[in-house]
């Protein structure tokens, strides 16, 4: 596969180099619309804008080599571990027949990125297809929530003994996925007794943390979660993988897919670099242009859960109230998703007339795989007859583009990443060009976009009225805290 980019203004790129592995299609990064020339001065971005970036964007590049080169960067290395491919693979060869369902218990990086995998790839109503049409794939159910409603309605319809549990917690210690592994847990027990260990994975930190203590004295199966790789940034680990491979998806391509965009990318210089030109240009539109919210818009339903993988991850490395110098750093655009067509008719009339405070791209397919043409329909009524011969794609195609040509004319500015097509190898690129983008934004606002400081204090006041040991003072401070009055209650 090869990557580029692609504007219409005076700065003009696009990716030449083959990447590794090869191909002749390319993901696209088209920026037009993001620009002064096609949107105007008040909410564009100009080329003196962008050359202006250049020595902040050189520092993104070194601070990452810095970074990578003292193991800190784990993410970056991911695609090229095919070790644990092979051990994935073998392992489902070695359970084969066993189940034909697959739970996951995670929450957070721990589930997002896994359901964007099968949302994408798999048939979006995968789990209920009869066993014949899923070819031997497991179906494949998400615990992502401490919600009774929830748990109750997913163990009403799977069969627990024919069931493979994933539990996955770097650190083994996520209230919320061990709540609802223990309830799992006892319902397994209790149908299969003893031979519970055989349903259960554990996908955790390799040496340290109790779900790992817990892994090897019950000697469950286990993969590993890489120390220095954070949960928003593990969807390539065995998080996405192993789930990955019982849907029947190609883990291969997947990483193959992330190395081509490693390949093309790493560090490249700001104007042949789509991921850290992407940064560029939200963080100019947020420092410079007042924009504030970064609207992740693809044109299909199967790219849907990319758009709640990203906001995790956006939103969670960059929303930070200091930069690594301990200096105040408020900044950062809130990622929200958004879905055409359907969104056209509940967001896309704010986006045009509400405040001019969003930065939007669409996510795009170059081609899709299917397409459905809309018959005869209702010939001598104009208002019905002329989708008649239309393609479901083309109007999918026509509604999108219209869509960019009205928020250009409102000067709002929109950008499209392009994929070639819908398969394990562009999902690959996709996941990792995102998680660039997100690191290069850190970069360039002087933070670290790999820590999540707010919410490890939500955590530990949890932990404190859960009476866990070591966590009385939250408690305390809660009950301090959290002060309410009937005043203010109707």
């Known amino acids: ?67 990578r080169k003292a193991g800190m960067l784990g993410f970056l290395e991911i695609p090229f571990d095919d070790d644990i491919v092979r051990r994935i693979a073998a392992f489902r060869e070695s ?8 739970a996951l218990i995670g929450i957070g990086g721990s589930a997002l990125g896994p359901q964007a995998i099968k949302n994408a790839l798999a048939h979006l109503y995968h789990n209920e297809l009869s066993d014949e049409r899923r070819g031997g794939a497991c179906r494949l159910y998400f615990f992502d929530n401490v919600d009774p409603y929830e748990i109750n309605a997913l163990a009403d319809i799977i069969d627990v003994t024919k069931t493979l549990f994933l539990v996955i917690s770097k650190s083994g210690g996520t209230t919320e996925t061990n709540a609802n592994f223990a309830i799992l847990f006892d319902m397994l027990k209790k149908k299969v ?18 779900l790992r203590k817990i892994a090897d004295m019950e000697k469950f ?33 997947l990483l193959k897919g992330a190395r081509g965009v490693m390949d093309t990318y790493y560090g490249v210089e700001l104007l042949r670099n789509a991921a850290l030109l992407a940064a560029a240009c939200h963080y100019l539109f947020d420092t410079e242009k007042d924009k504030r919210i970064n609207v992740l818009m693809p044109y299909t339903r199967k790219l849907f859960l990319f758009a709640d993988w990203y906001r995790q ?8 109230s200091r930069d690594i110098d301990g200096k105040p750093a408020v900044r950062g655009l809130t990622p929200v998703p958004a879905l055409g067509t359907i969104d056209q008719h509940s967001q896309l009339q704010l986006y045009l007339e509400g405040p001019n405070d969003k930065v939007i791209t669409f996510l795009k397919l170059d081609s899709f795989d299917t397409d459905i043409t ?29 869509t960019e040509l009205a928020l250009k004319d409102a000067s709002r500015p929109n950008a499209s990443l392009t994929l070639p097509r819908l398969d394990a190898e562009s999902v690959g690129a996709l996941i990792m060009f995102m998680e660039m983008q997100t690191a290069y934004a850190g970069y360039l606002y002087n933070i670290n976009p790999y820590d999540q400081p707010a919410v490890e204090q939500g955590k ?9 040991p070591g966590y009385e003072s939250f408690r305390e401070q809660f009950e301090r805290g959290y002060t309410k009055t009937d005043k203010y209650v109707i």
């Not at 970036?53 to 070194?62: C, I």
């Not at 991850?313 to 930070?320: D, T, V």
């Not at 018959?375 to 989708?387: K, R, S």
């Not at 393609?391 to 195609?397: G, T």
Request: proline share 3%; hydrophobic share 40%; net charge negative.
């Open 313 to 320: 991850l956006w939103a969670e490395s960059l929303g930070k």
């Open 460 to 468: 530990k006041f949890t932990f404190g009225l859960l009476n866990r």
């Open 374 to 402: 809309i018959p005869e329909f209702y010939t001598g009524i104009p208002e019905m007859e002329y989708l008649s011969g239309t393609s479901l794609r083309e109007l999918n195609r026509f509604e999108e583009s219209a």
């Open 221 to 253: 199966a286990s993969f590993p979660v890489p120390p220095n790789v954070g949960g928003r940034f593990s969807v390539l680990t065995a998080v996405g993988l192993v789930a990955s491979a019982f849907l029947g998806i190609d883990i291969a391509m």
């Open 95 to 102: 359970v084969a027949g066993k189940f034909t369902t697959v």
């Open 193 to 210: 007794g003893g031979d519970y260990v055989r349903h259960i994975v554990a996908i955790t930190d390799p040496e340290s943390g109790v």
């Open 1 to 67: 596969m090869r990557t580029g980019l692609r504007a219409t203004t005076g700065i003009q790129h696009t990716g030449k180099d083959d990447v590794k592995g090869g191909g002749d299609d390319v993901i696209t990064f088209d920026y037009n619309y993001f620009m002064a020339d096609a949107i105007g001065n008040d909410h564009g971005i100009t080329e003196r804008d962008l050359l202006g970036m250049k020595d902040k964007a050189s520092a993104a590049l070194s601070r990452m080599e810095r970074e």
